[in-house]
């Protein structure tokens, strides 16, 4: 290889090592050399000894929340039930804002019987908060950029972590996340609520209960027209547009890719092996930018990135990111089997027979309804009555999520989301950068979890308990 070519690939393969994303827009059509590539992909190695990670029981778990606009303000209100039966107890809030975190105090005051401390004014407070020797758990709900410092600092000060996504925006930080959790052997989960929705959990239990034969294909996507919200204060300080402005990729994976991973056993007899990446050109965005008077004209992300995955035992993954269109909401939630498939959007199942036919038709209306019933998660029909009184919490699948972490937490069990879950799923916004960047170049994914992928074993959200 000579010279000029080892300098493009170092700048296109600098997004893996926190460089800024301007480096990959280069603009020559070379060759990439795959082996020096994969051997930077594939340089680091993880132990694996956080499958199956437990800490000692925790009878009430003592939370600090990081984060307290938005998202913050959903997540605390689904404390409630946890509170009340004593499961929980939220120490302390941070925000930058003064406003932000007094607001979130007196709703505590609603449903806790002591207010938490505050943290705010600048952006190093959260780490008082962090230090606290009366914290077990920190949840934070931040900007994507302060992910993995956060993350990283509450491990290091001995709390379990449980983030928003994406918990990490480069490659490097994916591993830094490995190493931190690995070393200390706390918790590092990422808040993923779809994969405790009751569709896909339904879903789930029909793939572990047989009904879909061999599942060898999935979809999903996050396909949610935010526009509106990216261009106003809806974003504090209007942060999340800024990664539109100078990123073109898929940096929001979790709501497709931790069901259809779920359905895969990726990470559990499974993982990604590969994947390649392209978007469409950028139309939308710009279009709402010259509408609402918006002081940047131009975006590095296209209005559609697809990007496609092949896993080890070779099933394939397509996965969608599109926040700029103005279309209906969709996370896709497309499975298909031997036996049966599932369509998204509205919910629709086919399930075929032993012999083959014509498969024009999705399951009435009452035959849809039989297999609901059926299958329907335990866990979901448990807490029918709380996921109700949680509505405001995307239909109850964030109320499930909290519960569940904090429930295991109480046990001293596994989480279901795990930290290896939760790299994987971070580190293919990265990745999905890369294979744009390079002409929708094959790219290979690293394997994070130090061969454990390779044990087969049931995903930890099908366990009967709690």
Same mark, same amino acid.
């Given at each position: 290889?000579?010279?000029?070519?080892?300098?493009?690939?170092?700048?296109?393969?600098?997004?893996?090592?926190?460089?800024a994303?301007?480096?990959?827009?280069?603009?020559n059509?070379?060759?990439?050399?795959k082996?020096?590539?994969?051997?930077?992909?594939?340089?680091k190695?993880?132990?694996?000894?956080a499958?199956?990670?437990?800490?000692?029981?925790?009878?009430?778990?003592?939370?600090?929340?990081?984060g307290?606009?938005?998202?913050?303000?959903?997540?605390?209100?689904?404390?409630?039930?946890l509170?009340?039966?004593?499961?929980?107890?939220?120490?302390?809030?941070?925000?930058l804002?003064?406003?932000k975190?007094?607001?979130?105090?007196?709703y505590?005051k609603?449903?806790?019987?002591?207010?938490?401390d505050l943290?705010?004014?600048?952006?190093?407070?959260?780490?008082?908060l962090?230090?606290?020797v009366?914290?077990d758990?920190?949840?934070?709900?931040?900007p994507?950029?302060?992910?993995?410092?956060?993350?990283?600092?509450?491990?290091?000060?001995?709390?379990?972590?449980?983030?928003?996504?994406?918990?990490?925006?480069?490659?490097?930080?994916?591993?830094?996340l490995?190493?931190v959790a690995?070393?200390?052997?706390k918790?590092?989960?990422?808040?993923?609520?779809?994969?405790?929705?009751?569709?896909?959990?339904?879903?789930?239990?029909?793939?572990d209960?047989g009904?879909?034969?061999?599942v060898? /294909?999935? #979809?999903?996507?996050?396909? !949610?027209?935010l526009?509106?919200?990216?261009?106003?204060?809806? @974003?504090?300080? %209007?942060?999340?547009?800024?990664?539109?402005?100078?990123?073109?990729?898929?940096?929001?994976?979790?709501?497709?890719?931790?069901p259809?991973?779920?359905y895969m056993?990726?990470?559990?007899?499974?993982?990604?092996?590969?994947?390649t990446?392209m978007?469409?050109?950028?139309d939308?965005?710009?279009?709402g930018?010259?509408?609402?008077?918006?002081?940047a004209?131009?975006?590095?992300?296209?209005?559609?990135?697809t990007?496609?995955?092949?896993?080890?035992l070779?099933?394939?993954?397509?996965?969608?990111f599109?926040?700029?269109?103005?279309?209906?909401?969709?996370?896709?939630?497309?499975?298909f089997g031997?036996?049966?498939?599932?369509?998204?959007?509205?919910?629709?199942?086919?399930?075929? /027979?032993? #012999?083959?036919?014509w498969? !024009?038709?999705?399951?009435?209306?009452?035959?849809?309804?039989t @297999?609901?019933? %059926?299958y329907?998660?335990?866990?979901?029909?448990?807490?029918?009555t709380?996921?109700?009184?949680?509505?405001?919490?995307?239909?109850?699948?964030?109320?499930?999520?909290?519960?569940?972490?904090?429930?295991?937490?109480?046990?001293?069990?596994?989480l279901?989301?795990?930290?290896?879950d939760s790299?994987?799923?971070?580190?293919?916004?990265?990745?999905?950068?890369?294979?744009?960047?390079n002409?929708?170049?094959?790219?290979?994914?690293?394997?994070?979890?130090?061969?454990?992928?390779?044990?087969?074993r049931?995903n930890?959200?099908?366990?009967d308990?709690?």
């Amino acid at each position: 290889m000579n010279r000029k070519s080892f300098l493009n690939l170092t700048a296109r393969a600098g997004l893996f090592f926190g460089l800024a994303p301007s480096m990959l827009a280069n603009k020559n059509s070379e060759t990439i050399d795959k082996e020096l590539l994969n051997h930077l992909l594939t340089q680091k190695k993880a132990q694996g000894n956080a499958v199956g990670l437990t800490a000692d029981p925790i009878s009430k778990v003592r939370v600090g929340m990081i984060g307290m606009g938005n998202r913050g303000s959903v997540l605390i209100q689904m404390f409630d039930y946890l509170i009340k039966n004593n499961y929980a107890e939220i120490v302390a809030l941070s925000d930058l804002k003064q406003d932000k975190v007094e607001k979130n105090n007196e709703y505590l005051k609603t449903i806790q019987n002591t207010t938490a401390d505050l943290y705010y004014g600048n952006e190093t407070k959260w780490k008082k908060l962090v230090e606290r020797v009366d914290i077990d758990l920190i949840l934070i709900a931040t900007p994507w950029n302060y992910h993995t410092e956060m993350s990283i600092y509450g491990m290091e000060h001995g709390k379990h972590v449980a983030c928003e996504q994406p918990m990490a925006m480069t490659l490097e930080d994916c591993w830094k996340l490995i190493e931190v959790a690995e070393r200390t052997q706390k918790h590092c989960m990422y808040m993923e609520n779809c994969c405790f929705n009751g569709e896909e959990l339904w879903v789930l239990n029909m793939i572990d209960q047989g009904v879909f034969g061999d599942v060898n /294909h999935a #979809e999903g996507a996050y396909i !949610h027209d935010l526009r509106k919200h990216m261009f106003s204060d809806y @974003y504090e300080n %209007r942060w999340r547009i800024k990664h539109h402005e100078t990123k073109n990729g898929n940096f929001y994976t979790g709501h497709g890719l931790g069901p259809t991973s779920f359905y895969m056993d990726i990470g559990r007899g499974d993982n990604y092996d590969y994947l390649t990446s392209m978007s469409s050109r950028e139309d939308s965005l710009s279009a709402g930018a010259r509408m609402e008077n918006f002081p940047a004209k131009q975006f590095a992300c296209g209005d559609m990135n697809t990007t496609l995955i092949k896993t080890k035992l070779g099933r394939t993954i397509m996965l969608q990111f599109d926040t700029h269109t103005g279309r209906p909401y969709s996370r896709l939630n497309n499975v298909f089997g031997t036996k049966a498939a599932h369509q998204g959007y509205p919910s629709r199942l086919y399930v075929g /027979h032993d #012999e083959l036919q014509w498969g !024009h038709s999705w399951l009435n209306d009452e035959e849809y309804k039989t @297999y609901w019933e %059926r299958y329907d998660h335990p866990l979901w029909n448990k807490l029918k009555t709380q996921i109700d009184a949680n509505a405001v919490g995307h239909g109850g699948m964030d109320f499930v999520m909290v519960y569940r972490l904090i429930r295991c937490l109480n046990e001293g069990l596994a989480l279901d989301i795990n930290l290896y879950d939760s790299v994987l799923w971070s580190a293919i916004t990265p990745l999905s950068e890369l294979s744009v960047a390079n002409n929708s170049a094959r790219t290979m994914v690293p394997d994070f979890t130090g061969g454990t992928w390779e044990t087969p074993r049931k995903n930890e959200v099908l366990r009967d308990i709690l």
